[in-house]
């Protein structure tokens, strides 16, 4: 069976120090040949094979994608061939290119660790809580589907409820996801799990419940693992090299490698619940049926410069 999504690593370079990103603080990311990702016409040729081999779903994230100039073409190129696209940024720069970019991704998820600045900016290691309102403004005058991607840690999850507040504020979905670091999250007790489920019922809340039961169960194990990176995800770096089984584990044995161990990232493990059957796979079936109940609707893009309104 074919991969149906796409990671697409575009690039590694980054405007942002998180406390729980490696990829600043890995010289093995930092000092990646970019080169390639600056090639256009590959990447449009990539794409057109992808789509061929299945692909339906291309995620772009980093580093920071918006940091690539031609970033408004590849999207523009995944989009005339039919590929759903979900753009993840911290949204320093989005309100900059924010018209470029304009109707072309389907989902702009925007990376948020706390709901408000000093957390927020403390743990970025800049400040950016300012750009990050700024790009949800944005981003809802231009008709963009945004989402708000909150990224739970043992500390910031005590701010659920003004994080649910600050989505409502400004109409977007809030996209609740525990952190990949173990450390982060492993005491995650019952009764925060039990917090955390509480949300799942809010119009605004997006939640897979299977992620949030793997998490409680401390992740991956390697003696009996549930990721399967390989058949779920086709992982894509910035010189086009395709690895697996994933991006943190490049030609190690799936699920099994001692960087296996307790592993929760999402964007492989999440996947992964597409696959066998278990309860994970009933909770991700469940979590996306009652997701897509409450998911609003696109706003209506407001007319570009120089044109009316319909
Ligand atoms: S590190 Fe990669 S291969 Fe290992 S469990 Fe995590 S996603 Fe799967």
Redesign the pocket.
């Known amino acids: 069976m074919n991969p149906r999504i796409c990671n697409f690593y575009i690039t590694f370079q980054c405007n942002d120090t998180c406390e729980f990103c490696q990829v600043w603080q890995s010289s093995g990311y930092s000092s990646y040949d970019l080169r390639a990702s600056e090639d256009k016409q590959g990447i449009g040729i990539k794409l057109e094979e992808l789509k061929k081999r299945g692909i339906q779903i291309l995620n772009i994230d980093g580093g920071e994608p918006l940091l690539v100039e031609h970033l408004p073409r590849v999207i523009e190129k995944a989009k005339e061939l039919g590929i759903f696209i979900r753009l993840f940024t911290n949204g320093i720069v989005y309100p900059d290119r924010a018209k470029e970019l304009r109707g072309l991704s389907d989902e702009i998820c925007f990376a948020m660790d706390y709901p408000s600045a000093d957390a927020h900016d403390r743990s970025r290691g800049i400040e950016s809580f300012s750009e990050l309102i700024s790009s949800l403004k944005t981003a809802r005058e231009l008709g963009e589907k945004a989402i708000l991607f909150f990224t739970m840690t043992r500390d910031s999850v005590l701010y659920l409820p003004e994080a649910v507040e600050l989505a409502e504020k400004h109409g977007t979905i809030l996209q609740l996801n525990p952190v990949y670091d173990f450390n982060g999250t492993q005491g995650f007790d019952k009764d925060t799990v039990r917090h955390i489920r509480y949300f799942f019922k809010r119009k605004s809340v997006r939640l897979d419940m299977a992620v949030l039961e793997f998490a409680r169960n401390r992740g ?1 194990s390697v003696l009996l ?1 549930r ?1 399967r ?1 390989s058949q779920a995800v086709l992982t894509l770096l910035p010189d086009l090299k395709e690895v697996g ?5 490049q030609g ?6 001692d ?2 161990s307790s ?1 929760m ?1 999402w964007p ?2 999440e996947p ?1 619940f597409e696959m066998g059957f278990d309860k994970y796979r009933m909770l991700h079936i469940y979590s996306k049926w009652y997701n897509s109940k409450k998911l609003t609707p696109r706003p209506p893009l407001l007319p570009r410069e120089g044109q009316q309104r319909g």
């Not at 089984?245 to 584990?249: A, E, Q, R, T, V």
Request: glycine share 10%; proline share 9%; with cysteine.
């Open positions: 991956n693992p990721c990176a089984p994933c991006l943190y584990n190690g044995r799936q699920g099994r490698e960087i296996c592993c990232r492989y493990i992964s």
